[in-house]
């Protein structure tokens, strides 16, 4: 798979053995499914127009269904982690998956649509949350960047491959059904993916906390953590402080760093309009002035870019840090986010739009693209981790599903000031993250709250 094309090496460190990778990759499947059912969508949008005649409104409300659900998920995510385990959440999670695939494909009608679109939504959702936290949970510290990174190398993948079966299903010729068949492709990995996670551990933290101590130290031994005794006893220790602390709010003035974190990185990844770029690429690209042909192979260039620059990103998260990355992807994403809009307020030729395009999602990519599932992962405290990743994937898809809801009415009408808008609001994140946020790389998990201020 495509995860395994990632340099896994940190120096003075030994390599992960083979179950450590197996378990990181198979639970970042859930990142390919992530990243196909996100914008697959877009290579539908202009047939489901035509069928069911949408308004530019009721597009969006086509686009913002999955996200209703991708909300619900995050938001529930944590305590479905925390209630039935890791593993066992994203076999939940893979079920929905292939559930959602098969009836968009079979849909009967625009609520049934609209219905399975919900469903996909809820295993996005839920997977953004959970498949992070069990990596975080599996790996040591020094390889956690690498491998919760690997979640985010399967969501651009699973874009790139969404954009590439949109280009090769809509050369086949197949008429009115197309726009299902590229829904329904989705039921492939989904299947895969449900199968493979029969072969992984259950994570280790969660065994602490349910008393299954030897299985927690059989699983932390197998995937070469080299301490795996005293990281027992370390985790035993906090679950125990979290025990004293039961049902713990984590919205107390101790967390108020980590919640102020969780929000903005969530925010703010969506405020760069990302999304907006993503399920919507073959419509921008229309207003631009290219043709179905060459909006579909531009698509496929962005996510090509995207693939590249999250793999760079990735080789490099624990070397420079969280924070160095941030800062780099928000100056370049503003700078070129200023450039798309002054094409459309100019009416430059469609050519001078792609090359703004691509570099902004090779610094996304290069930046918090791959920053942000490794980040919410890091900054909170066992006993409140479950929620607090949850509150960052909510605050994250909700500000996904606004600017996806009304992006298509207000791009018909003002051309490039959403642009401008989001270009704002990234040079505004630039300065957040040079003055707030902390660095995160190579902290194990149980210090973080430290410095956190979370003891």
């Not at 020094?142 to 969501?155: K, P, T």
């Amino acid at each position: 798979m495509s995860s395994q094309s990632v340099s896994l090496s940190v120096p003075g460190s030994a390599r992960p053995n083979s179950f450590l990778l197996r378990s990181a990759i198979v639970a970042a499947i859930g990142g390919l499914l992530f990243g196909f059912d996100t914008v697959v969508i877009s290579g539908t949008t202009q047939a489901v127009r035509d069928v069911y005649a949408l308004s530019n409104w009721l597009l969006g409300v086509y686009v913002f269904s999955g996200l209703v659900g991708t909300i619900v998920g995050a938001a529930a995510g944590g305590l479905l982690a925390d209630a039935y385990g890791r593993r066992a959440s994203l076999r939940i999670l893979a079920v929905m998956y292939l559930i959602s695939a098969v009836g968009c494909a079979l849909a009967w009608s625009w609520p049934s649509l609209l219905a399975f679109r919900v469903l996909a939504g809820l295993g996005i959702g839920g997977s953004s949350v959970i498949g992070p936290m069990y990596i975080t949970e599996v790996a040591p510290a020094a390889w956690r960047g690498r491998l919760v990174g690997l979640f985010q190398l399967n969501i651009v993948t699973g874009i790139l491959i969404a954009y590439l079966s949109n280009y090769l299903v809509g050369q086949a010729g197949l008429g009115g059904e197309e726009w299902r068949v590229k829904l329904g492709v989705a039921a492939i990995p989904a299947l895969v993916f449900l199968a493979l996670l029969f072969t992984i551990p259950r994570s280790p933290r969660w065994l602490v906390t349910r008393g299954l101590v030897d299985e927690a130290r059989e699983t932390l031994r197998r995937t070469g953590e080299p301490n795996y005794r005293e990281e027992i006893e370390q985790i035993q220790n906090d679950i125990a402080q979290s025990r004293q602390k039961t049902s713990e709010p984590l919205f107390r003035a101790k967390y108020r760093l980590p919640v102020f974190l969780a929000i903005t990185i969530g925010l703010f990844n969506q405020l760069t309009g990302i999304n907006a770029l993503l399920y919507y690429a073959n419509d921008i690209f229309g207003r631009a002035g290219f043709s179905k042909t060459s909006g579909d192979l531009g698509a496929v260039i962005i996510g090509f870019t995207n693939f590249v620059l999250t793999v760079v990103a990735l080789s490099m998260i624990d070397k420079l840090g969280r924070k160095k990355l941030l800062l780099i992807g928000a100056a370049g994403c503003a700078a070129c986010l200023f450039g798309v809009s002054a094409v459309f307020f100019h009416a430059a030729p469609p050519s001078a739009l792609l090359p703004f395009f691509v570099a902004f999602i090779g610094f996304f990519a290069f930046s918090q693209g791959a920053v942000i599932w490794v980040y919410l992962g890091e900054v909170f405290p066992t006993n409140v981790r479950g929620k607090g990743q949850s509150l960052g994937s909510f605050s994250h898809w909700f500000m996904n599903a606004l600017i996806s809801l009304i992006f298509p009415t207000m791009a018909a009408r003002s051309g490039g000031y959403p642009f401008l808008f989001f270009a704002v609001m990234t040079a505004v994140q630039f300065f957040v993250v040079l003055s707030i946020y902390p660095e995160t790389s190579g902290v194990p998990l149980e210090e973080m709250q430290a410095r956190m201020g979370a003891h």
